[in-house]
Structure formats: C-alpha cells, structure tokens
C-alpha cells in the first residue's frame, strides 16, 4: 500500500504537473534536465515523494516560474488563524523551516525560521 501523501505534496505535485503539461515538456525531458529518472518525476507529480526546497528551486527554473507558483492554492488546506511548518532542504545540504502564517484564508507571511546542517 502506497504511502498517505500530505495535501502540501499532492498541491505542489499537481502545480508541477500542470505547468509541465503547459509548456508541452515530457516527463523525461524534465526528468534529464534535474538529473533524475522519469519513475521519480511522476512520483514528484503524483506527491509519492516531497521535493526538497533546492529541488525546488531547480524545478521553478526549468519551468521558467518562482517557487511561490507551486504553493498557489495553499489556503485551501489550511484553517484561518493557523501556521503552517514546512521543513525543506536547501542545496547546501542545510535543514531549514519555513512558516506560512494563514489569516483569514491569505498566506500573510513567510518567515524562514531555523537553519541547520543535516545529519
């Protein structure tokens, strides 16, 4: 039985996926361009597997859009008043945290809050 995927990687999945489509780029052309195999772009897009902030960022330049398009459509999996903790990873191999305060169904703010090197 598969893993439960979150809301957050099933968003961020569907994001890449949409935009991919979009620009009319194969699995497999991503999948070179980010070093990866085309198994592991459609686990990306299915949200089987969270794509590391880095990776992140690398997928938004291939794509040709920031990395604020893939969390469009965020507050619908959050509940006004609360903080949403998203741990990432970044390419220097470094932990960090990043906070989406939720108000009234807007994401008012993004802090980063904790750097740490990975074990």
Not at 36 to 50: A, C, F, M, N, P
């Amino acid at each position: 039985m598969p893993p439960k995927t979150s809301p957050l990687e099933s968003l961020i999945g569907k994001r890449f996926k949409e935009r991919r489509q979009q620009l009319g780029l194969p699995q497999h052309y991503v999948a070179k361009a980010l070093g990866v195999t085309s198994q592991q772009i459609h686990k990306y897009e299915s949200g089987l597997d969270r794509i590391s902030a880095g990776r992140l960022l690398e997928l938004g330049r291939c794509l040709s859009v920031p990395i604020s398009f893939f969390y469009e459509g965020l507050e619908k999996f959050v509940t006004p008043g609360k903080e949403i903790l998203v741990t990432c990873a970044g390419l220097d191999g470094k932990q960090f945290i990043i906070k989406f305060l939720d108000h009234e169904g807007i994401i008012s703010d993004v802090k980063i809050l904790e750097r740490k090197a990975c074990p």
